[in-house]
């Protein structure tokens, strides 16, 4: 009888050690599958951001994360005049960021020189209020007002002061 409870202790023993060594094998696997995943992820990761005002190639760009703000200056190129002062070129960027380059006072683009919509929407306008800005600088010439401009349908405020805070009449 003594002979049987010791098969039975051993067993369960065997029983029991053998759960606790595949149990912690089994977590020790899941926790490294996990961490490679969001390894995995963070190395994908990607930024979207729109660039504008003193660029040549303004619009939507795509980064790997990390990027910093010289990275995007680099592939949109600055134009002559733009006006970095603010900004922090080692300052990394983060997803759906908007990033307005103005112009410094000294070099602001004159409005009657303006020739394309694309040029307007370098500044931040919106394409179908630069479309129609545009229409008025062609149309006035030299004798373009501000007033001009604020009078057309779609033109409000922001609009109005992104073009006096990067052009000249």
């Known amino acids: 009888m003594e002979r ?14 053998s759960l606790v060594i595949l149990s912690s094998i089994g977590i020790n696997s899941y926790l490294k599958n996990k961490k490679a995943k969001t390894e995995s992820e963070q190395e994908n990761k990607y930024a979207t951001i729109q660039i504008y005002g003193a660029v040549y190639y303004g619009g939507e760009y795509e980064f ?5 703000l010289l990275d995007v200056i680099k592939k949109s190129r600055l134009r002559s005049g733009a006006d970095l002062s603010k900004f922090n070129l080692n300052e990394n960027i983060k997803d759906k960021q908007k990033i307005y380059i103005p ?22 306008i919106k ?5 129609k ?11 373009i007002t501000w007033d001009d401009i604020k009078n057309q349908p779609g033109v409000g405020e922001v609009t109005l002061k992104l073009l006096q805070e990067n052009t000249i009449i």
Do not use: D, M
């Open 4 to 17: 049987k409870k010791k098969i039975i202790f051993v067993g369960a023993t065997f029983l029991v050690a």
């Open 64 to 68: 790997k994360i990390p990027a910093t």
């Open 103 to 124: 112009y410094t006072k000294a070099n602001r683009v004159k409005l009657k020189s303006i020739r394309s919509v694309k040029e307007l929407v370098n500044l931040g």
């Open 127 to 131: 394409k179908h209020i630069a479309s």
């Open 133 to 143: 800005v545009l229409e008025v600088i062609k149309s006035k010439g030299n004798y």
